[in-house]
């Protein structure tokens, strides 16, 4: 168990999210800001 101010690993995260069913998609930070920038720019 964890508390909600825990940080998780990659690997409890995909853990967590096959147990719900959810689809996860893991990014680094550099990457997250880049999909923003695309957005913003619309680029696909």
Not at 7 to 34: C, K, W, Y
């Amino acid at each position: 168990m964890v508390t909600a101010t825990q940080s998780l690993t990659d690997d409890m995260i995909e853990l967590f999210a096959a147990e719900i069913g959810a689809d996860v998609r893991l990014v680094n930070p550099g990457e997250e800001q880049e999909i923003e920038l695309q957005k913003k720019l619309g680029k696909p």
